[in-house]
């Protein structure tokens, strides 16, 4: 069951008796632990048949208490078990609780950051039980759907550019975009499309300068931009840094390579090759037509070059900004 079918089921008013949510992106794993402590009892009935645990404060025995007890004037007991990963090899203790857990309890294992052992029994008994969730990163390719999709559940459109900057500029940790989005929503009326002016204004990436708009101005060959962009970055030190640059760099290049050589080059064979959507599909194949294989070939070699200078090989005096500088110079020439 995906993420979204078990927000759905859940705001239904429909429990299983054990939720054990487990992966890397911990952003699912708190949205449907809250879905079900905000839907699963009543405000007055939450003082005694509520009760939320941390991993490094619980203990197997008292939790599997709370586990058996039964609910008081209420018609079910929620038990949270938060930062599971704490827990440690604890967690196996509880075994016998899943194996036989009370029908009036819900319990929910939240653990983070990392994937549970599918091969342990508890994990099977949990699928047995009730439902096993996974949550896993949003992969990068897919990051501008996922924000699209987020926005538009909120209520409101998003340009594309205004996705391309919350993506670049954020990465794909899910709960800063949605904390962002979030400041967007209170000032903003509903259905509004979120543009870059919003972004710059409110969220404070500037719409002109950013690492978007420097591979732009690369895939353009525009100099002039390139250069200017450069300068902003380097009075503007916490806009971006050299280490932020190269690997954004470092992808468009690649992306452009791969399409030389790609069989298909109309743009819906580019974005499938390349898992992007076919806007940015269109806006590659004309990037790929200002640079030659060779040409390529030479940046990437630059890149590699830059990446060590910029973490101090063979590097002892230039700046990051004298740095990026000379980088952009060698790429455009």
């Known amino acids: 069951m995906d993420y979204l079918q078990l927000i759905k089921e859940i705001r239904s008013g429909q429990f299983r008796k054990i939720y054990f949510l487990h992966g890397e992106e911990p952003f699912f794993i708190d949205e449907i632990s809250n879905a079900i402590i905000h839907g699963a009892l009543q405000e007055h ?19 599997i208490a709370e586990l058996n007890g039964y609910p008081m004037m209420a018609e079910r007991r929620l038990v949270v078990l938060r930062e599971a990963q704490d827990f440690d090899k604890k967690i196996e203790e509880l075994e016998p609780y899943f194996n ?20 342990k029994k508890l994990i099977k008994l949990a699928e047995k039980q009730g439902v096993v ?33 919350l993506a670049e500029f954020l990465g794909n940790d899910l709960g800063r975009i949605v904390n962002e989005i979030e400041k967007l929503a209170i000032i903003l009326e509903p259905g509004t499309t979120i543009n870059e002016v919003h972004i710059e204004e409110n969220i404070g990436i500037s719409k002109d300068y950013n690492v978007f708009e420097l591979t732009n101005a690369l895939s353009a060959r525009d100099v002039f931009k390139a250069n200017r962009i450069v300068n902003y ?14 690997p954004q760099i470092f992808k468009l290049f690649t992306q452009l390579l791969r399409i030389h050589f790609l069989p298909n080059k109309s743009p819906e064979g580019v974005a499938s090759a390349l898992k992007v959507p076919p806007f940015v599909a269109k806006e590659l194949i ?15 070699a630059v890149l590699q070059e830059y990446d060590l ?25």
């Open 45 to 63: 009935e939450r003082d005694f048949n509520q009760t939320i645990i941390y991993g490094k404060d619980a203990e197997p025995a008292s939790l």
């Open 100 to 119: 036989s857990p009370l029908e009036s309890t819900i319990f929910v294992v939240g653990y983070k950051y990392k994937n549970f052992d599918s091969r």
């Open 133 to 165: 969730f996974k949550s896993e990163k949003v992969k990068e390719y897919s990051l501008g759907d996922w924000i699209v999709k987020y926005v538009k559940s909120k209520g409101y459109g998003l340009s594309s550019k205004a996705c391309s900057l």
């Open 233 to 246: 970055f380097e009075q503007n030190p916490k806009a971006t840094n050299i280490v932020v640059v190269i």
């Open 286 to 300: 004309n990037a790929s037509k200002q640079f030659d294989p060779r040409k390529i070939a030479a940046n990437i």
């Open 309 to 333: 200078k910029s973490k101090g090989v063979g590097n002892s005096s230039s700046s990051h900004g004298d740095l990026m500088r000379e980088l952009i110079f060698r790429m455009l020439h």
